[in-house]
């Protein structure tokens, strides 16, 4: 059919003019998978609020990547889409309340921390600061800014800083702090002065926190030495009313007759000798002033009752 004939002949406008039948027909790149999948989590996160199926649609979409890598693709947008998988990722574990989880999930897809973005890992370091948890992303942040690949990226400078002042101050760990600002060719002088300046205001707030510590401490020890030299005329005392008390629960003749069988067992003397006469007369009278202090003391008691 001639207009079959013609329609044939007919030359294919492409993208870069017109083609000839003989040559090929450029095709579109397709659009990886992930991609849709990462559109379908930010929605099921922002609009719906169903942070459960976005944390499943961002694992789904990370089983896609290493499924169904796209050839064609750039590297780049490759990275952007794993890095916004992995915010959305984070947002959704933070709203479903189990952060905790969040660097074990985002390590299981980087395998090491050298790896991270700088993105996903200052999401983590504010995500663990603000939680009262910096110790948990001190190791990870630690061999991040070590690598040497990462030290010329334009966001290490940023990072390293932000590393010490939610990681490392809030940890006391002050000399790592130092260290690393003065180490750091990614800061600038401006910046490098005043993050040195607030490594010494948090070293002397230390110092003062640990001076008052010591002395709030000697108070306490104090007190209880000089509890323990009250409670013991305390003690003393107890015990002598005790003695007191049992003593003279017998008669006092029979107290006065133990006390002369004591005194000839053990300090061997005659009663009817004249010179053991002031020896007695000095015990009647010792009993005599114990008589009359506990009498006295039971006295006081029977008043008080």
């Known amino acids: 059919m001639k207009s079959d004939s013609s329609t044939s002949a007919a030359p294919l406008r492409g993208l870069g003019g017109p083609l000839r039948s003989s040559e090929p027909v450029r095709a579109v790149p397709a659009r990886a998978p992930a991609v849709d999948l990462l559109e379908e989590a930010a929605d099921l996160l922002v609009v719906h609020l169903d942070f459960r199926a976005a944390l499943e649609t961002c694992e789904r979409a990370w089983q896609s990547l290493a499924n169904h890598a796209v050839a064609e693709e750039p590297a780049g947008t490759s990275l952007e889409v794993k890095c916004s998988l992995c915010v959305v990722g984070i947002q959704a574990l933070a709203e479903m309340d189990r952060w905790q989880e969040v660097l074990s999930w985002v390590l299981q897809y980087y395998q090491v921390p050298e790896k991270l973005p700088p993105k996903v890992l200052e999401l983590c370091i504010l995500l663990y600061s603000k939680m009262q948890e910096p110790g948990a992303v001190l190791d990870v942040v630690g061999a991040w800014l070590q690598d040497p690949a990462n030290q010329n990226l334009p966001e290490y400078g940023a990072l390293a800083e932000f590393h010490v002042q939610r990681v490392l101050l809030p940890l006391g760990c002050l000399s790592e702090a130092e260290e690393l600002v003065v180490g750091s060719a990614a800061f600038g002088e401006e910046r490098r002065l005043d993050v040195l300046q607030a490594i ?55 107290s006065l007759l133990a006390a002369l069988i004591l005194c000839l067992l053990v300090v061997r003397f005659d009663p009817a000798s004249p010179s053991s006469l002031p020896f007695l007369y000095k015990l009647a009278q010792l009993f005599r002033w114990i008589r009359k202090a506990a009498f006295s003391r039971l006295y006081q008691l029977r008043i008080r009752d």
Request: charged letters at 20%; aromatic letters at 10%.
């Open 200 to 254: 010494h205001t948090a070293r002397q707030q230390q110092k003062q926190e640990h001076s008052g510590s010591e002395e709030a401490q000697k108070p306490n020890q104090e007190g209880s030495v000089s509890h323990k030299f009250l409670s013991l005329p305390m003690l003393v005392r107890q015990l002598w009313d005790s003695a007191v008390s049992h003593f003279f629960s017998l008669p006092f003749k029979k």
